[in-house]
């Protein structure tokens, strides 16, 4: 009897280890489980948190860029409301000067088949007053007046490039985006945008305006051409497209239009070429061009 109660607790005792071993196994395995799950939990928070940063910066971008269309189009309806009204205060000077001047016949007559436009000026005519001369009759005083020389038809303002019906300046002005530019032309002159270069003509009038502004050749001078709305290139102010046939100095990155993106020129180892830059990069000047024909056509 007491062998066989010895055997069964020998037995007892084999089974309490055996039962200590897994309970311990299981422990480990568990403590293994809940480390991973931590582990997991965590990777899963940072995962979460760069979604919402990710989230966050592509909305901020969209909202950016959404202002910046939004900016584009209220400076576009302000030049052309602007426009429009120095059209009206032009017409409306350019009436009053008509009736001041005292004008010979023969100059208002309109000849068929010639130019017949003068580019209005906002200043009024000018009188310049010589010394009175002596009558040798009476010995009275007279004053004699001489009028100032008037503008021709279809001339350029001063120290403007012209050919054909268009004419050309070139201004350096260090620290200038394009949006600068639109604002600057139109102060220049009613009727001025950033520069089109359409034609070998014109591109060659554009050259010589670039040379009598005395800017070194490295200059960066933005000009019309742009991609700022769009997927390809187009020429302020009527957005016509940008034809390579006609004038293309083009270098092998600006072959790929970019939004937001408007097009210099600039000289590289003695030749012209024309590079793309994001619209708000300060460059060195700008280019401005009138089309007279335009202006015609607005009288």
């Not at 489980?33 to 966050?56: G, I, M």
């Not at 020429?235 to 390579?244: G, R």
Request: glycine residues 2%; contains cysteine.
């Amino acid at each position: 009897m007491k062998k066989y109660h010895l055997s069964s607790m020998m037995l007892n005792s084999e089974l309490s280890m055996k039962m200590l071993l897994k309970l311990l196994l299981l422990a480990f395995c568990l403590t293994e489980v809940t480390c991973q799950k931590r582990t997991t939990c965590r990777s899963l928070r940072c995962l979460r948190d760069e979604v919402r940063q990710l989230q966050t910066c592509c909305h901020e971008k969209d909202v950016s860029i959404a202002s910046l269309i939004q900016r584009i189009e209220e400076l576009e309806e302000s030049q052309e409301q602007t426009m429009y009204e120095l059209d009206q205060i032009t017409e409306l000077l350019n009436e009053e000067t008509k009736k001041s001047l005292d004008i010979p016949d023969d100059e208002d007559k309109v000849v068929p088949g010639k130019d017949s436009f003068d580019v209005p000026s906002t200043t009024a005519p000018t009188k310049t007053t010589t010394r009175p001369t002596s009558s040798p009759s009476t010995g009275a005083t007279k004053p004699t007046t001489t009028k100032a020389p008037r503008k021709r038809p279809l001339d350029c303002p001063d120290k403007w490039t012209k050919t054909g019906m268009k004419c050309f300046v070139v201004v350096s002005n260090p620290g200038v985006n394009i949006l600068d530019v639109l604002l600057d032309c139109s102060a220049l002159n009613t009727f001025a945008h950033p520069a089109s270069i359409l034609s070998e003509e014109e591109d060659n009038a554009f050259n010589t305006a670039r040379s009598a502004a005395n800017v070194s050749d490295t200059s960066k001078i933005w000009i019309g051409l742009n991609s700022i709305s769009k997927g390809f290139y187009t020429w302020y102010p009527d957005n016509n497209p940008f034809n390579s046939t006609l004038v293309d100095h083009l270098d092998d990155a600006a072959q790929i239009p970019e939004l937001f993106h408007a097009i210099y020129t600039t000289e590289l180892d003695g030749a012209v070429v024309w590079r793309k830059e994001q619209a708000f990069k300060k460059l060195d000047g700008y280019s401005c061009s009138i089309d007279l024909a335009q202006r015609i056509s607005t009288v």
